[in-house]
């Protein structure tokens, strides 16, 4: 009996320890994910004039990270933060996507979001957000400014090595909260 409360004990300890550690894991991958997104607008910012210009007036912003994978499919993963610029409310998420690719290789690039609205900021975050389902999306180069428009006024930017380009290949990325660090 003595040896059974010994082992219960310490498997409560240990749980409560690893539920400490996974929170500290939480509050650091958070502090991460802010830091890369302070660092991609920073970037933005410095490449186009008129994406600070639209972000200065917008209700709130996203930005994740994320690394595709490509040789004849196409896959990737990665996390991000977005933002709500009146009450600085942050919802830390995730992306995948999929598709066909000719050619292959490995890619890190940045994504970000910039909402004219606090309802496209909201419904972007609540209700997820799957890039092949918005058909009415239109690309191109808006009045000198680079970025993907959506149906709702949404401005999407694409960050490379090569610098700040039009999100082409958006279509079959998902865009979810993160339940483990929200």
């Known amino acids: 009996a003595g040896?059974?409360?010994?082992?219960?004990?310490?498997?409560?300890g240990n749980t409560a320890s690893d539920m400490v550690n996974d929170e500290a894991s939480?509050?650091?991958?958070?502090?991460e994910i802010n830091n890369n997104a302070k660092k991609a607008?920073?970037?933005?910012?410095?490449?186009?004039?008129?994406?600070?210009?639209?972000?200065?007036?917008?209700?709130g912003y996203a930005v994740f990270d994320s690394r595709e994978f490509a040789f004849l499919i196409k896959t990737g993963f990665?996390?991000?933060?977005?933002v709500n610029k009146k009450n600085s409310a942050r919802t830390y998420m995730k992306l995948a996507s999929a598709g066909a690719n000719i050619g292959g290789g490995i890619q890190y690039l940045q994504v970000i979001f910039i909402f004219p609205t606090e309802l496209a900021?909201?419904?972007?975050i609540y209700d997820g957000w799957s890039a092949d389902a918005d058909?009415?999306?239109?690309?191109?180069?808006?009045?000198?400014?680079?970025?993907l428009t959506?149906?709702?006024?949404?401005?999407?930017?694409?960050?490379v090595d090569t610098g700040v380009m039009l999100k082409a290949s958006i279509g079959g990325t998902k865009y979810w909260k993160d339940a483990d660090l929200n």
């Open 150 to 159: 959506l149906a709702d006024g949404t401005k999407i930017y694409q960050l």
């Open 121 to 124: 900021l909201h419904n972007f």
């Open 26 to 31: 939480h509050a650091e991958q958070r502090q």
């Open 41 to 59: 607008l920073s970037r933005l910012f410095r490449e186009s004039k008129e994406a600070k210009e639209f972000y200065d007036n917008a209700a």
């Open 78 to 82: 990665g996390s991000g933060v977005a």
């Open 3 to 12: 040896d059974a409360v010994v082992d219960t004990a310490t498997e409560v």
């Open 135 to 147: 058909a009415s999306a239109v690309g191109g180069d808006d009045s000198g400014q680079v970025g």
